[in-house]
């Protein structure tokens, strides 16, 4: 049974730095690409970071400069670094694990951390 566990959410005030974690068991980690969506109250769910099995990054235009995705494979957990925040980066940061860049939708998905940025 795969299972995906964020953790590292919290608040923090704006200009600051929060590290997420995402700790996956019952899948061949390796295998799958490796994102972090999030979602403010009122919007639609969005990809904020993705990583793919070889290292490659993908990242939303919002976030570009400021967050690092990156993974450990032996760990079976992948990260997310967020520096710089803003009050705009307020949401709740879901894990997600799919075979393909393009099947977020059709992986599995972590429970959500609450990051709250204040002003």
């Known amino acids: 049974q795969v299972q995906l566990v964020e953790s590292g959410g919290g608040l923090v005030q704006a200009g600051g730095s929060l590290r997420l974690s995402c700790a996956a068991s019952g899948m061949t980690f390796s295998l799958y690409v490796m994102g972090w969506f999030r979602q403010a109250p009122g919007k639609q769910r969005e990809l904020v970071a993705a990583i793919g099995s070889g290292g490659s990054t993908n990242y939303a235009d919002s976030v570009k400069g400021r967050f690092t995705i990156s993974r450990d494979n032996a760990k079976n957990t992948v990260y997310l670094q967020m520096n710089s925040l803003t009050p705009e980066d307020t949401a709740v940061y879901y894990c997600?694990?799919?075979?393909?860049?393009?099947?977020?939708?059709?992986?599995?998905w972590g429970q959500g951390t609450q990051v709250t940025v204040s002003s």
């Open positions: 997600n694990a799919a075979l393909t860049w393009n099947s977020p939708a059709l992986g599995y």
